[in-house]
C-alpha cells in the first residue's frame, strides 16, 4: 500500500500538465527519498481577493495512507480565510478528516478540494470567526478588504504576493 | 436465547454443537444476516470476545460481510482497469483477488478494500453505504462448512 504515494507522485508528472489543474502552480514531495512530506503552490482564485497571490499549502502523509487521509496546512500566518486558523494555518475541510476520508482520493484531489474552499468559504464551521462573521453577513465588502489586509502583510500576515 | 442457553450448557457438548448447527443453518436460510443469527453466532466464540464481536461492528463493516464480497472473475477484467486505492492494475498480477461491492458494483483488490471496510461502512469511489443492500442469500450454493464448531 505504502507504493500508492510513490504512483502518484509518478502520475503527477503528467496530470499536472493538465489545463483543468493550471491553479496547482507545484506539487511534490520536499525531497524523492522522503515521500511522507510533500509541499503545493497553489494560485489564488480569479474573482476572489486571493486572485494574484500564490499561497503554499504543507502536506503531511500518514504511514496508513490511503486508509487515512494527509495532513494538510497552509504555511502559518498566511491564509487569511474563515476556515483556516490563521496563526497555525490548519485548515477545516470535511475531508480531510478521517471520517469523510475516502481512499480512492489523492493528493492532488485534496489541493484541488483546498483550492476550491478559497471561493467557496464555509462560514459554518469556521476557524477564523472575525471573518466568518463577515461572510454569514454576507458583507462581502468588508470581507475582501479584511482578506486583502492580511494578504498584504497587515496584522503580521506574510505578504505572499506572487 | 434462554432456551439455546440452557441447550448450550448441557454436558454433552457434541450433541448441543449439532444442535447448534443445525439452528445456524436454519437461521441463515431463513434471514441471512439477522441480528440473531449474529447472537447466536456469537455464542460460539469466548465471552471476552463476544462484545468486541457484536460492537466492533459500529465503525466498519463485519467481518462476514467483507468475506462474503463477490469476486470477480478474471476474463471480467480489462487491461488498464485498476483499484482505485493502490492504484494497481489487476492484470499487474498474475492471480488478481478482485471483489465487487453489492450495492454499486465498484470493484476493489479485495486486499485494499478489506482494510478499508474494517474501519467505514462506506464505498470509497460513491460513498454510499455498503450495508444499505441486503442481497437475497442464496444458500444453494452456499458451502456449509463441515466443521461449524472450530470456535467452539
Not at chain 1, 503531511?60 to 487515512?68: A, G, H, K, L, R
Not at chain 2, 447448534?20 to 440473531?36: D, K, V
Not at chain 2, 453505504?129 to 444453494?140: A, C, F, G, I
Request: proline share 7%.
Amino acid at each position: 500500500m505504502s507504493h500508492r504515494i510513490g504512483k502518484e507522485y509518478l502520475a503527477l508528472q503528467k496530470t499536472l500538465r493538465d489545463p483543468a489543474y493550471r491553479h496547482v502552480l507545484e506539487l511534490a514531495p520536499e525531497s524523492d527519498q522522503d515521500l511522507s512530506r510533500w509541499r503545493a503552490r497553489i494560485a489564488g482564485p480569479p474573482d476572489t481577493p486571493y486572485a494574484g497571490h500564490a499561497f503554499t499549502l504543507v502536506i503531511q502523509i500518514p504511514s496508513t495512507y490511503p486508509m487515512e487521509p494527509p495532513q494538510v496546512r497552509f504555511e502559518p500566518r498566511a491564509m487569511p480565510h474563515c476556515n483556516v486558523d490563521f496563526d497555525s494555518g490548519r485548515i477545516c475541510l470535511n475531508i480531510l478528516e478521517k471520517a469523510h476520508w475516502s481512499p480512492a482520493w489523492n493528493v492532488l484531489h485534496v489541493v484541488h478540494a483546498v483550492w476550491l474552499l478559497l471561493s467557496d468559504p464555509v462560514p459554518d464551521s469556521p476557524l477564523d470567526v472575525d471573518l466568518a462573521c463577515l461572510a454569514r453577513a454576507q458583507d462581502t465588502a468588508a470581507l475582501d478588504g479584511l482578506v486583502r489586509y492580511y494578504l498584504a502583510g497587515g496584522s503580521r500576515g506574510i505578504s505572499s504576493s506572487t | 436465547m434462554s432456551a439455546y442457553e440452557e441447550e448450550h450448557n448441557i454436558s454433552n457438548e457434541d450433541n448441543s454443537r449439532r444442535e447448534l448447527r443445525a439452528q445456524i443453518h436454519e437461521l441463515y436460510q431463513e434471514n441471512g444476516q439477522s441480528n440473531t443469527l449474529l447472537q447466536l453466532l456469537s455464542q460460539l466464540i469466548p465471552e471476552s470476545m463476544q462484545e468486541e464481536w457484536l460492537q466492533g461492528k459500529e465503525e466498519g463493516c463485519p467481518e462476514y460481510f467483507i468475506d462474503s464480497l463477490p469476486r470477480v472473475a478474471k476474463n471480467k477484467l480489462k487491461t488498464g482497469d485498476s483499484c482505485s486505492i493502490c492504484c494497481c492494475d489487476y492484470m499487474d498480477d498474475q492471480y488478481p483477488l478482485v471483489v465487487e461491492l453489492p450495492h454499486c458494483n465498484h470493484r476493489f483488490d479485495l486486499e485494499c478494500v478489506a482494510v478499508w471496510l474494517s474501519k467505514s461502512k462506506t464505498c470509497p469511489l460513491c460513498r454510499d453505504d455498503v450495508l444499505s443492500h441486503k442481497p437475497s442469500v442464496d444458500v444453494s450454493k452456499a458451502e456449509i462448512e463441515e466443521d461449524w464448531g472450530m470456535y467452539g
